[in-house]
């Protein structure tokens, strides 16, 4: 997938207010547009501005897409960086299919519940977020203190953002890509109609030791060679503090031991993996060498046994 730079589509620069890529939109569309145009690709450049349209028209989406595309240049291979948009408010409008570019970044977005209007006392508009937070949270719950980046057009027609800061309660076993809802932190309501609600996107920040699938997580655990033939009984990290696990004699490098019940907390609790990662002593004393040395001797043993070499 290809990065796609929306403001070089409009032929308008970063800088540009919301009217200018406005007018900008309304020259290229009725250039472009497939009843009048005979440009061979006028279909396909039409719905391209439809697109950047799409997104650059919409303070919210156009302040997060800036955020992103400062490391990005048009035509670069893409893949949207984990939590991208952490922190950016969406007021989840509805909008037609684009490219897989564009629901890469906007699809979630275009989710979840929305404000609906009924007459002169409509509820307003529901707003979405994605949050990080870490790993040993949805262990144990807690309260935490975001800052949201809340996008506005300021008088001259261009995008700022302002902070908000909430107190938010995450729940004991919450897991990644779940919401919290905040009743009535939306958009205000109509001719006195209830406010909206924000619903905050759950997602983990990377861990240096934790690896997370659903309800499970993944450990590695460096092992001594003695310990994966022998067996022994090593202490391991879990979210919830250090425990103690036994290894099986005879057991393989880069085997997994299920400890059951250690994952994300639930109705139906995870699990924890731990992945034996054999680490070799170092050979860099007479000593150690002579080890080695006194296994090469008396060990039957080849390596390259099964390759036939």
């Known amino acids: 997938m290809q990065y796609k730079d929306y403001y070089k589509t409009l032929g308008v620069d970063k800088t540009a207010t919301q009217d200018e890529i406005k007018k900008a939109y309304r020259r290229l569309a009725r250039k472009y547009h497939p009843d009048v145009s005979k440009e061979s690709d006028a279909e396909e450049q039409f719905k391209a501005l439809g697109e950047a349209y ?13 955020q992103l595309g400062s490391q990005w240049q048009a035509g670069q291979e893409f893949r949207p960086p984990p939590g991208w948009d952490a922190g950016f408010e969406f007021s989840g409008d509805d909008s037609s299919a684009f490219s897989d570019f564009f629901e890469s970044l906007f699809g979630r ?14 509820k307003g508009r529901d707003h979405h977020a994605r949050v990080l937070v870490d790993l040993e949270d949805a262990y144990a719950g807690t309260a ?32 990644a ?8 932190q939306g958009d205000a309501g109509m001719g006195g109609g209830p406010a909206g609600d924000l619903y905050l996107e759950v997602e983990f920040r990377p861990h240096r030791m934790y690896r997370v699938e659903g ?18 009984k090593i202490r391991v990290p879990t979210p919830e503090g250090n425990i103690e696990m ?5 057991s393989r490098p880069d085997e997994k031991l299920r400890l059951p019940g250690r994952g994300i907390p ?21 000593k150690s060498r002579q080890v080695y040395e006194n296994m090469k001797r008396e060990m039957d043993f080849n390596p390259r046994q099964g390759l036939g070499v």
């Open 54 to 66: 799409e997104v650059l028209k919409d303070p919210e989406k156009r302040a997060a897409y800036d």
């Open 109 to 122: 977005a275009q989710s979840g519940s929305r404000g609906r209007s009924h007459g002169f006392d409509g």
């Open 144 to 175: 935490r203190q975001i800052t949201l980046q809340a996008p506005y057009v300021d008088k001259s027609g261009h995008v700022r953002t302002r902070e908000r800061t909430l107190n938010v309660r995450v729940p004991k076993g919450i897991m």
């Open 177 to 184: 890509g779940q919401q919290i809802r905040l009743a009535g």
């Open 215 to 232: 309800r499970n997580v993944h450990v590695d655990v460096p092992v001594a060679p003695w310990e994966l033939a022998l067996g022994a």
């Open 246 to 250: 036994s290894v099986p004699p005879s």
């Open 266 to 286: 639930g109705k139906k609790k995870g699990d924890l993996y731990v992945t034996l990662r054999v680490v070799l002593p170092p050979a860099d004393s007479e």
